[in-house]
């Protein structure tokens, strides 16, 4: 899979059963039911939601997605998935940019996301973007247990990566 062939778009209805397929087989991805995904998918026609999926295929078949919410001035990157198979091959930075870049569009001065501590590949993934912690939840997470960092960068500064 190269990155040249990877289309970044707004997920919709027809995407739901490979969105919960990689959600499913993805540590970390939020358990929502399908009717709160359902919901994400089929926002309100003629509306600019304030709470966006984004979908990254490879040759029609997902790679992975990205959810994102803004709030004012604040956009908060809530779940990044990429399917296990195709990670570490920049599918999640492509996805995050062009989040990143999305939600700047829209007024946003920075974003904001959590983390597991022990999550270091997603740190190092955040670092490169500019994220630098502003915070620890102390067993945030269970299951297995552990520290909730909270990141945030500055969006006027980034770039798309050609998406």
Do not use: H, N
């Not at 604040?74 to 990143?100: Q, T």
Request: glycine share 10%; net charge negative; aromatic share 6%.
């Amino acid at each position: 899979m190269s990155l040249d062939s990877l289309q970044i778009r707004p997920g919709d209805a027809a995407d739901l059963d490979a969105l919960l397929a990689v959600a499913g087989t993805s540590e970390g991805a939020p358990l929502w039911s399908e009717t709160v995904w359902r919901g994400l998918l089929q926002p309100a026609a003629g509306s600019d939601p304030v709470r966006q999926v984004f979908v990254a295929l490879d040759a029609e078949r997902m790679a992975g997605f990205l959810v994102v919410m803004l709030c004012g001035d604040v956009a908060e990157m809530e779940s990044v998935a990429v399917r296990a198979e195709l990670r570490r091959r920049g599918i999640g930075d492509a996805l995050c940019r062009y989040a990143m870049r999305w939600a700047a569009d829209r007024g946003a001065a920075r974003m904001e996301l959590e983390v597991r501590s022990q999550a270091i590949g997603a740190r190092a993934l955040y670092a490169s973007l500019g994220f630098a912690e502003q915070g620890v939840r102390r067993g945030y997470y269970q299951k297995p247990e552990d520290d909730a960092l909270l990141l945030s960068a500055a969006l006027g500064a980034i770039e798309p990566q050609g998406r």
